[in-house]
């Protein structure tokens, strides 16, 4: 297997709502990420995941929660969004390394009313 | 930390002519320079990188070239086809942070 899998595939939700994106891969990866994708920008690193464990936080609101329950899996948890919030977002994994590919997922494009 | 600028944002081309792209970052401690292809509504894929201790790469159509001097590289297709058209982006691996930095992206139209 040498796709990431991404669900849902679209959300809506409202300010006060709770949800969770999930992020999947089966290609023995130990790093995973999540990213941010506005329209017609750049993805932006929001977290890193190497092992298991966060590395790296780019200063990301604290209504974004990541969880990573596993090597195979991760999660981001959200929790009263702004509608400023409404983007796709990219999970992606690796090896663990600098010079290693990263390979994204098809996204979940989420629409905070 | 690293910063990358790309050039142009965006390219029009007739099919069959080629198409370059040019990015600068501005670490010198980076050692890692993917290209991602965007289509519309899709995932960026990766269709080549390169690494520092390289100057140059191809895969059929597509080559990278790297000047490590000058902190550029570049992304190169030849025989553009319709199917070519998306948004490119270059990327820079910090070599101190293993954190992954996007350009701004380039749009690639080929017309027929």
């Known amino acids: 297997d040498t796709e990431v899998t991404q669900t849902p595939k679209h959300l809506v939700m409202g300010m006060t709502n709770k949800k969770s994106l999930k992020c999947e891969q089966h290609?023995?990866?130990?790093?995973m990420y999540w990213y941010k994708q506005k329209a017609k920008k750049p993805p932006e690193l929001m977290f890193v995941y190497s092992y298991e464990k966060l590395s790296i936080n780019e200063s990301v609101p604290s209504r974004f929660s990541p969880e990573c329950p596993n090597s195979s899996l991760l999660n981001l948890h959200l929790h009263a969004l702004q509608p400023e919030d409404s983007a796709l977002y990219l999970c992606?994994?690796?090896?663990?390394?600098?010079?290693?590919?990263?390979?994204f997922g098809p996204g979940t494009r989420l629409l905070v009313l | 930390g690293e910063n990358v600028e790309q050039h142009p944002s965006t390219l029009s081309v007739q099919e069959g002519d080629s198409a370059v792209i040019k990015c600068t970052y501005s670490?010198?401690?980076?050692?890692?320079f993917p290209w991602y292809k965007q289509e519309l509504g899709k995932r960026p894929q990766l269709i080549i990188d390169?690494?520092?201790?390289?100057g140059e790469k191809k895969d059929q159509r597509i080559a990278v070239t790297l000047n490590k001097t000058a902190k550029h590289f570049s992304l190169h297709i030849t025989e553009t086809q319709p199917e070519d058209s998306a948004v490119y982006f270059c990327a820079a691996m910090s070599g101190t942070a293993s954190k992954l930095t996007f350009g701004t992206g380039t749009r690639l139209q080929v017309t027929l």
């Open positions: 390169i690494r520092s201790n390289v």
């Open positions: 290609m023995g990866h130990r790093a």
């Open positions: 670490d010198s401690a980076s050692n890692y």
């Open positions: 992606a994994s690796s090896q663990v390394g600098r010079e290693e590919t990263q390979y």
